[in-house]
Every structure is written in C-alpha cells, then in structure tokens.
C-alpha cells in the first residue's frame, strides 16, 4: 500500500498541484493585465484632459497679469484694493499747537450743538476760529462742517458757498470718516435743490472724479453706494464694481492665495498673486497683489469616462502622491493627473477620471477567473478524490485481510473444540460399553457442542446473508410471551449448570388465564427473535460476576412497541468499547475472563433486530452490569421487514448501520 500511495503522489498529485498552481497564476495574471489596461486607459485620457485645462489655464493667466484690477493681502489677510498711506492725522498737518487747540475746539463745539439739535449755534461754533486756521486739511474740515451746520440751520445759499468752496480748495488728504471732505461736499450739493443742467452737470462731473482719485481707497460696498449716488449707469464703474466682486469672491474660495500660494482656481476663475516691491509697498512690507481673470475651461470629456476638476493645492499634491494618505485615484477604474500654471508652474488642481463601468468590468475580471480557478479546483478535488477513493479501497481491502486473519482465527479456535469434544466422545462411545447413565451423559454433551458447533455455522451463514439486501424476514404476530418461556428453558439449564440465578420478570406462566397479565404480541419472525434472545443470554451468563451473579429475562409492553430486556449484574462494559461492542468480530479482551467467542453473535442479534423493524439497546455500567433491551413494533412495518436497513460509512454492503449505543458479548462481546 505504501508502495501504491507513494507511485500515486509522484506520478499523479504532484504533477496535478504543479499544473495547479501554474494555472492559478495565469488567471492571476490575466486579471492583473486586465486592470492594466484599464488603469492606463483611465490615466491616458486623464493626461489629456488636463492638458487641455493647463492651456486654458495659460490663457487666463496671460489677461489676469494684463489686468488693471488688483487687490493687495498681506500675511495671508485682505488690505484692500491699495497701498496708499491712510490720511494724516491732525497733529501732522497743524502748523501749530495753537492752531490743532482752536480747530478741535471748534470742532467739538459745533458738534455738540448739532447734538443737541441747535444748527444755527453750530454754524457759529463751526466758523468762529475758521480764518484763524491756516492748514488747508483743517481749514476744508471745519468748512465742510460749516457748510453741513447752515443747510441745516435753513441757510441754503450760504450752505452750498461753502460747500462750493471745499469742493473747489480742499485738498485730497482732507477727510472725513474715512472719505474726502471734496467728495462728501459734491455728494451734499447733489441732495440738495435740483440746480441747472449745466450746474448739475458739473457737480457730477466733479463728484465722479473725486470718486475716481478714491476708489483704490475705499471697500468695494461703499463704492457701489457711492455710485449708485453720483454716478448713476455709469457702465465702468458698473464693471469695476463687478471684477471686484469676482476677485474677492475668489479670494475668499481660496484663502491660500492670500498668505503664499502662487496660484488658485477657484470655480472658473484663476488667482494669480505676485509679491509688491519694496519701494511701491511702502510701510506693507511683503504685500501680495492679487489679480483674477476667467477660464475658459474645456468640457470635462474623457472618451466616455466621467471626469471633474477638484481645485486646491492639496488636491494636486494627492494626485502626485504627496498628501500621505492614498486618494480615491488608487483604483485602477480611476485616474488623477495634476494641472499646473505652465511647465514648471504650480500645481493649482487636479483632473479626476473615473471609469462608471469599472465595476461591471470588475466583475466580468473576477468572474473569468473564477471560472478558471473552478476548473482547476475541479480537477484538483478530483485528483484527491480519486486518491482519496484509492487510499480507502486499499485500506478497507486492508482491514478485510485483517478480518478474514481473525474470522479465520476466531472460528478455527470456536470450531476445533466442539470437533475435539465431539470425536472424544464419538470415540468413547466406539471403544466403550459405558452403561446408561454414562451413555445418556455421553449423549447430552454430544448433543450441546453439536449444538454449539451448529450454531457457529449458523452464525456464519448469517453473517454472509445480509448482503442479499432484498431479503425479507417472514412477519407474523408473535406472543413474546411464549417465545421467551422457550429460550428461558434452555438459559436456565445453562445457568444452573453455571452456578447463574436465573429468573423470568412479566412473563406470564404457561397455560395461565391470562387475565391479570395483558398478552404481548409483536410483529416479528419467532425464529429470529429466539435467535435474538439466545444471543443474548448467552453474553449475559458468559460475562457473570464471581460471586451472586444473576441474569433477569424481562418482558414489557410500551405505546407501540413491545421491549424484551436481558439484565446482568456482571462485569459491565467499558465507556471506550460500548460504540463497537456491536461490530462484527470485535470482543472485549477482559483479562479475569477467559471466554471463548467469535465476535458475531451481537452483531448477528442486531441485524436481525432492524431487519424486524426494532433495535437493540445498550445500559451499561463497569462493575455494576448491562442491560440490553430488544424492541419490537407491536405493527407491521413493512418497509423495515422488505428493504435492508441503509448502509453506513464504513460497512459492508447490505449491512445495518452501526448502532450509536453501546454494546457487549459475543459477535461484539467483551
């Protein structure tokens, strides 16, 4: 056999695992080329599209640098649309002490009285020191209130004199509240009573270039108000207001661009910020210019990929690898290429290509190689199984040369002891005139080991009958009663002989009225069930305890079924041996009990039992005794007196299946 096992590993597993394995890994081989190309596809069209978004970008970026329009940010915070210093203070442009005294003397003076709701006083507080003050900046201020005080005290004509004068002489560093009082005048005489066309003409015309001079100086709200006041329609203003709005709308999209970025897309517009010069900064020391123009971005068309363009630095970082952990283009359906401002620019976004039947494609992958790694598994199980199936025919072939050596053993020793005893006696008989009572001696023994040796043949022609799986046994109803009186006549000699206390429990006495004792009838094979029995009791009186020992023959009837048990008190049976007690020609080797056996009788017994329909059941303790019980159906079950039980892992062809109770005695007896 190992020969055999070995020439079947060299010469037909190994070649099958070898060829196995090499299959394995060309469907290994063929899906990993198929996400290939299908990650290269993704990628080559993620190239191309971004291509396409650089050129647009390129274009962008050559009107954005071309555009008046720019904004100013410094240490990554927004300063405004200039860098021009704020307006002087007053102490800067006071000529003296005494003249910054009298102007914020007048200047808090009128202010009060305007707080108080006296204009007229207020005028008077505004003008009192006016022709001591000297500074033009001071001197526009104070007239500009002036100017306010008397339209409020009624004055009109005086009003919009001194309104007229700040529009005409007040310098552009004069303001107020963070606007010049020249333009805060203009925007006074507009609200006033409608003057001519000319006149109203004019003063526009002035309140739109003083507006002009301040626009890098103010925010781009109060501009829009401002407008709106002086400069009503006026289309480049409009246009201004609104390329404003879309840079600081940008801007705030992209804040990066603010502090160090180069460059940022944010939507369809593109940021470019370049650092101001020392010299036109001023006291804003490292002052970024932003600027922003539109992009003319390609349609996101990837040869029927699905394709979008995410913004941002980190975007473009993660499709080069850079921001640390794997982004979404790892898959092979899916493809990241980086988008930068010219060659060598930076990186301000990235296209992302991704393939919406990957998945489909996938699958149709997974399944291919499915297919083939079935067909290999396939052929593999089927090398083993075949292995498999030669490895166990050699061993059952195995296993039934060992039990022909012990079916061989085991009755050659069975039969030569009833042969020898049959011979002596035989001859005793031939040479001797023994008298009557030797010669009925004589006779009882020739006529027990006849008995024995008939019954060991008989065992043996049982156990070649099973294999005829459509032999039935011939039902009919049975009087348990009657039939375990007759084996109960000859166990009780054999126990008396034995030294054995034999007795009979629920078994009516023959020809009684049979009233106080229900008769139990089962339909069964009488023969079979006496066969059955004698198996049984046989064990039990082989395996007695030393001293008392006692075997009990009981009869019951149950829902159904009829149970004939036979009880011992010897020697019992051990945990380890009761699920093969019932296995042809296995015994359980005692050491203090030289018992003869075959090893067929208990699986003889049961056989018959499951061919009547019934079983046999095993209660066992070492030490204490065992009880097996027959039972029988108390009806005809015809499928279980024509068909043979099924066949069970393991057992020869038409055998019972092994019981999953344990068993003893002959024919699977200890």
């Known amino acids: 056999m190992a020969r055999a096992v070995i020439a079947y590993l060299l010469l037909v597993l190994a070649p099958s695992a070898v060829l196995a394995g090499l299959a394995f890994r060309a469907a290994g081989w063929d899906r990993e080329r198929g996400l290939e190309e299908l990650a290269a596809r993704a990628r080559n069209e993620a190239e191309a599209l971004a291509r396409r978004v650089e050129a647009a970008l390129g274009d962008a970026a050559r009107r954005a640098r071309e555009d008046p329009v720019s904004g100013y940010a410094q240490d990554g915070r927004w300063l405004g649309w200039s860098l021009d210093p704020p307006?002087?203070?007053?102490?800067?442009?006071?000529s003296s002490a005494e003249e910054l005294r009298l102007f914020r003397l007048s200047l808090r003076g009128g202010e009060s009285y305007e707080a108080l709701g006296d204009p007229a006083r207020a005028l008077d507080a505004f003008s009192f020191y006016l022709a001591r003050i000297r500074s033009p900046v001071l001197r526009a201020r104070l007239t500009f209130a002036a100017g306010r005080a008397a339209l409020a005290a009624g004055s009109e004509?005086?009003?919009?004199?001194?309104?007229e004068r700040v529009l005409g002489e007040a310098p552009p560093e004069a303001c107020e509240d963070g606007l010049p009082v020249g333009l805060l005048a203009a925007l006074r005489l507009l609200e006033g009573p409608a003057a001519g066309g000319g006149e109203q003409g004019r003063l526009r015309a002035e309140a739109r270039e003083r507006l002009a001079a301040w626009a890098p100086r103010l925010e781009t709200g109060l501009l829009e108000r401002l407008g709106r006041s002086i400069a009503p329609g006026d289309r480049e203003l409009a246009e201004l207001i609104a390329r404003?709005?879309?840079?600081?709308?940008?801007?705030?999209?992209?804040?990066e661009v603010l502090a160090s970025a180069p460059a940022a897309l944010a939507g369809d517009a593109l940021l470019l910020a370049e650092p101001v010069p020392e010299g036109l900064a001023g006291p804003a020391r490292g002052a970024r210019s932003i600027r922003c123009a539109r992009v003319a971005l390609p349609p996101l068309?990837?040869?029927?990929?699905?394709?979008?363009?995410?913004?941002?630095?980190?975007?473009?970082?993660?499709s080069t690898g850079r921001a640390g952990s794997p982004g979404p283009e790892d898959s092979p359906g899916r493809a990241a290429c980086p988008v930068r401002l010219g060659p060598e620019g930076p990186a301000v976004a990235r296209v992302l290509v991704e393939d919406p039947a990957f998945a489909a494609q996938l699958e149709a992958l997974d399944r291919r190689r499915a297919l083939l790694a079935s067909l290999v598994g396939l052929l593999l199980l089927g090398t083993l199984a075949g292995g498999a199936a030669l490895a166990a025919y050699l061993a059952r072939e195995r296993a039934l040369g060992r039990l022909r050596v012990r079916l061989l053993a085991n009755v050659s020793h069975e039969i030569k002891t009833p042969v020898t005893a049959i011979r002596m006696l035989s001859e005793v008989l031939a040479h001797d005139a023994p008298d009557a009572a030797k010669a009925s001696r004589y006779a009882r023994l020739l006529a027990a080991e006849s008995g024995r040796l008939s019954q060991l043949v008989e065992n043996l022609l049982d156990l070649s009958r099973p294999a005829r799986a459509g032999e039935a046994l011939a039902l009919e109803p049975v009087d348990l009663a009657a039939v375990a009186r007759r084996v109960a006549e000859g166990a009780a000699a054999i126990a008396r002989e034995e030294g054995v206390a034999f007795r009979l429990e629920g078994v009516p006495p023959e020809g009684g009225d049979g009233s106080a004792v229900e008769a139990v009838v089962a339909v069964a094979d009488p023969a079979a069930v006496e066969r059955i029995l004698s198996n049984l009791l046989d064990n039990a009186i082989k395996y007695r305890r030393a001293e008392g020992p006692e075997v009990v023959l009981s009869l019951a009837a149950g829902p159904g079924e009829a149970r004939i048990a036979v009880r011992d008190n010897g020697v019992g049976i051990p945990r380890r041996d009761r699920e093969r007690v019932f296995e042809e020609l296995y015994r359980v080797r005692y050491d203090d009990y030289a018992v003869k056996g075959s090893g067929l009788g208990l699986a003889i017994a049961r056989r018959l039992a499951r061919k009547l329909g019934g079983d046999i059941e095993l209660e066992s303790r070492e030490g204490e005794g065992s009880t097996f019980t027959l039972r029988l159906p108390r009806e005809a079950r015809r499928e279980a007196a024509l068909e043979a039980p099924p066949e069970a892992p393991g057992e020869a062809p038409g055998e019972p299946p092994r019981p999953t109770g344990a068993a003893r005695g002959e024919g699977g007896s200890p």
């Open 157 to 163: 004509a005086l009003g919009r004199a001194l309104l």
């Open 244 to 255: 404003r709005r879309a840079l600081e709308a940008a801007a705030a999209l992209r804040p």
């Open 87 to 94: 307006p002087p203070d007053d102490e800067a442009v006071a």
């Open 301 to 318: 068309e990837a040869g029927g990929l699905a394709a979008r363009l995410e913004p941002g630095p980190a975007a473009a970082e993660a």
